[in-house]
């Protein structure tokens, strides 16, 4: 099993519409996790940490289940900008600052 | 964006020959990366670094040796490069003063290699 899994995609869905993607990690002692974008051929950006308690950044939504040991974004209202990479991104089980990245799901936003 | 400049940007070069990506941070960040990442792998970590002089093996450390000796900088040697590790090569940096461990990496804009 991997340590990080995310459905790769990809998600096509029109403008405006809301989009959630889900990722599970295996390491139940995991603290760090975060979502980030990748535009192609560019490098990884962070877009948002994830908290125990969930979090929102404008549009964005992330949500943490320690239980089930699953992380998801919520998009709202997609934008064609919006269109990218999200790497989910939770720490290594030997290390607090190494950092375990999901090979990504890739998102297209259409007209 | 976080002060992280990778170079050479691309490189083209021949199997065999020696090749080294420098990172450079302004930042003053305690811990620095050294990423591949491939279609169908995501990133790999290679090399990583805690402190000066201070690096350590990633999971795809074979053929790659690494340097750090002074905070700002962090060295990616191919000894002798192979056609496998033609990739798109990432430095990150992470451990800002303002917190503990648990912090995002932050990337460099990366480094496209070809090894022919």
């Known amino acids: 099993r991997k340590e990080v899994e995310q459905d790769p995609g990809p998600f096509n869905v029109p403008e405006g519409a809301t989009v959630a993607f889900n990722c599970t990690y295996s390491?139940?002692?995991?603290?760090?996790f975060f979502w980030y974008r990748q535009d192609c051929r560019k490098e990884p950006k962070l877009l948002m940490s994830v908290y125990s308690s969930g979090n929102e950044d404008g549009r964005f939504t992330a949500q943490l289940n320690r239980a089930s040991q699953y992380i998801s974004l919520l998009i709202r209202d997609s934008k064609l900008s919006d269109s990218a990479t999200y790497l989910c991104?939770?720490?290594?089980?030997?290390?607090?600052?190494?950092?375990?990245f999901g090979s990504g799901t890739r998102l297209l936003v259409r007209p | 964006d976080a002060g992280i400049t990778q170079s050479p940007r691309h490189k083209v070069t021949e199997t065999g020959t020696p090749v080294t990506l420098r990172c450079h941070q302004t930042e003053n960040h305690r811990y620095m990366y050294w990423y591949r990442q491939d279609p169908g792998h995501g990133l790999r970590l290679i090399h990583y670094s805690y402190g000066v002089k201070d690096t350590d093996k990633g999971e795809v450390s074979d053929g790659y040796s690494v340097s750090r000796s002074k905070t700002e900088d962090f060295l990616l040697t191919l000894e002798s490069a192979t056609s496998s590790q033609t990739s798109v090569y990432f430095c990150?940096?992470?451990?800002?003063?303002?917190?503990?461990?648990?912090?995002?990496?932050?990337f460099g804009d990366g480094t496209r290699l070809s090894i022919l």
């Open positions: 991104v939770v720490n290594r089980m030997d290390s607090s600052y190494k950092l375990i």
């Open positions: 390491n139940s002692a995991s603290q760090s």
């Open positions: 990150a940096i992470s451990g800002g003063e303002r917190g503990g461990d648990n912090q995002p990496q932050h």
